[in-house]
């Protein structure tokens, strides 16, 4: 059984940093391709992020050259580094699984693992 357990966010002013963890637990996690999704309210749960098991990445057009993505398979950690927030950026953020080799179009629906999701709030 996958778990997948989220940290790192808070509230930060525009400009901005956070650095987001997840921890996953229950399976052998290079196995698996890792995504970063995030839902405002009101809105849709969108992608942000993605990294297969040989480091390769997807980013969101709105995110690309202020987020990074990364894991440790060692640790069984994924990790996304957030630069430069912005207000918009305000959301809950999941971390999630995919076994699905379309991971990196960002589509909810190819991750079926999912965390508890972590509040980033990013005021102006």
């Known amino acids: 059984q996958v778990q997948l357990v989220e940290s790192g966010g808070g509230s930060v002013q525009s400009g901005g940093s956070l650095r987001l963890s997840c921890a996953a637990y229950?399976?052998?996690?290079?196995?698996?391709?890792m995504g970063w999704f995030r839902q405002a309210p009101g809105k849709e749960r969108e992608g942000v992020a993605a990294?297969?098991?040989?480091?390769?990445?997807s980013y969101a057009d709105s995110v690309k050259g202020r987020f990074t993505i990364s894991q440790d398979n060692a640790k069984n950690t994924l990790y996304l580094q957030m630069n430069s927030l912005k207000p918009e950026d305000t959301a809950m953020y999941y971390c999630?699984?995919?076994?699905?080799?379309?991971?990196?179009?960002?589509?909810?629906?190819?991750?079926?693992?999912w965390g508890q999701g972590t509040q980033v709030t990013v005021s102006s």
């Open positions: 990294i297969g098991g040989d480091g390769s990445t």
């Open positions: 229950g399976y052998i996690y290079s196995y698996y391709y």
């Open positions: 999630a699984a995919s076994n699905s080799r379309e991971w990196s179009l960002l589509r909810k629906v190819n991750f079926g693992y």
